[in-house]
């Protein structure tokens, strides 16, 4: 009988951190304003907890046995792990976990089917988490959160159908496995286009990621989920762009609707687009949707 | 044609486990900046992926299956892995090892 009173999307790229001020002020302006948004907005949202889907860029596990999916159940979580503090240049954080909520979707997920794996111990962090939590400054909320570390980059890696459905488990969890009135802030991390590693590691496909926020903020699930494929996005940028498979989980979760997007950065150095989206939680949010079908 | 880099991957590269140990063990990462033989000679590497890792080849690692987000990985441990400097010079020495084969020693 919980609620999802917040649902956003954002990227978490490290370059963002460490080369802001190398950044021209309308790509800064552009940043920064997203993320005070996600500040703003999830703190009037008054959650209880946040739970935070992004990819964990072969961080926590050897390569040749990968979760597709790994709860965080410790009661804190602190980073960035070391080895990635001075690349990704932001500050040593610690953050409330909530081991309750985990233990609930992790029980939920089983139960409907959705293989999930769950550390009760510290996991490593790197931009996934460390990104929106400093630049956001999540951690100074007082909310805890439990973080969703995903497979995006080991095939075979779950697509969008499969984000999707657990998405909507994720969305069932919480409106009948959580206690009463309990709400919760959904963040999808990662994205937009960039490829970490292959040749084209300074190429942005901005036309990709200009339509891929148009898509999200459509609210047409039927067409993202056509659409929004692993092929799609590999083009856009191998080994990376797929983590915006994060997203979909998040929109599976709230179901069809609109969302806001806070404006588009390309800049070079980033290696990186970005772009960030909070979607419409509101009863006008879900009646636009059904005003304007697909 | 797909530009996918993980349409080659092969995860039972020995590289993979040497990027892994490097990032999680400081001092194994120490070491590799001391002596990178010793440490490789710790790794069960067939010649050709010990071969390429030391030439800084990483064109043919990709094409012997090394997952592309751990080659950016190995590309830092070798060339640093600061935001501002090391990482910017990792990047470049990637690129160009992908693209036209030279990179710094």
Redesign the interface.
């Known amino acids: 009988m919980g609620d999802i009173v917040f649902a956003g999307g954002i990227p978490h790229l ?2 963002m ?3 802001y001020d ?1 950044a021209p002020p309308d790509v800064q302006a552009i940043v920064r304003n997203s993320y005070e948004a996600l500040h703003t907005e999830i703190k009037a949202a008054k959650p209880d907890a946040i739970i935070v889907f992004a990819n964990d ?3 926590n596990s ?3 046995s990968y979760p597709d999916f790994l709860i965080g159940m410790a009661s804190e979580h602190r980073g960035p792990h ?2 990635f503090k ?4 932001c500050r040593d954080y610690a953050i409330k976990g909530d081991q309750r909520t985990a233990a609930a979707l992790f029980r939920g997920m089983i139960r409907r089917g959705i293989r999930m794996f769950a550390e009760t111990g510290p996991l ?1 962090f790197d931009d996934n988490i460390s990104v929106p939590v400093t630049m956001g400054e999540l951690d100074k909320l007082g909310i805890p959160l439990v973080p969703v570390l995903q497979n995006c ?3 075979p890696i779950p697509e969008q159908h499969r984000c999707y459905e657990v998405g909507q488990a994720l969305g069932d969890i919480i409106r009948n496995d959580l206690p009463p009135g309990m709400r919760v802030a959904l963040i999808g991390s990662g994205g937009l286009s960039h ?8 190429v942005i496909d901005e036309e990709f990621d200009r339509w891929f926020l148009e898509l999200v903020t459509s609210g047409d699930h039927d067409r993202m989920l056509k659409e929004l494929t692993f ?1 799609r996005m ?2 856009s940028g ?2 990376g762009t797929v983590e915006l498979f994060a997203w979909v989980v998040i929109v599976g979760a709230i179901g069809p609707r609109p969302g806001r997007s806070f404006g588009y950065a390309n800049f070079r ?1 980033f ?1 990186c687009g970005f772009g960030a989206v909070i979607w419409d939680l509101s009863k006008q949010g879900m009646d636009k949707r059904e005003r304007e079908p697909a | 044609m797909s530009k996918s880099l993980l349409k080659s991957y092969d995860p039972s590269l020995v590289v993979h486990d040497l990027v892994q140990d490097l990032k999680w063990d400081p001092a194994l990462r120490n070491e590799f900046a001391r002596n990178e033989a010793a440490v490789l000679d710790r790794y069960p590497l067939e010649p050709a992926e010990r071969q390429a890792i030391e030439k800084r080849d990483f064109r043919t690692l990709y094409d012997m299956g090394m997952h592309p987000y751990l080659g950016g990985q190995l590309s830092r441990l070798i060339w640093g892995n600061d935001a501002g400097g090391g990482a910017i010079r990792a990047v470049n020495n990637l690129v160009a090892s992908l693209t036209s084969g030279k990179t710094e020693p």
């Open positions: 490290p370059a951190v460490g080369l190398r860029h072969l961080v050897r390569i040749r070391e080895w001075p690349w990704i240049g490593k980059t080991v095939p490829e970490p590693g292959g040749s084209r590691y300074y092929d590999e083009a191998s080994g150095d290696r």
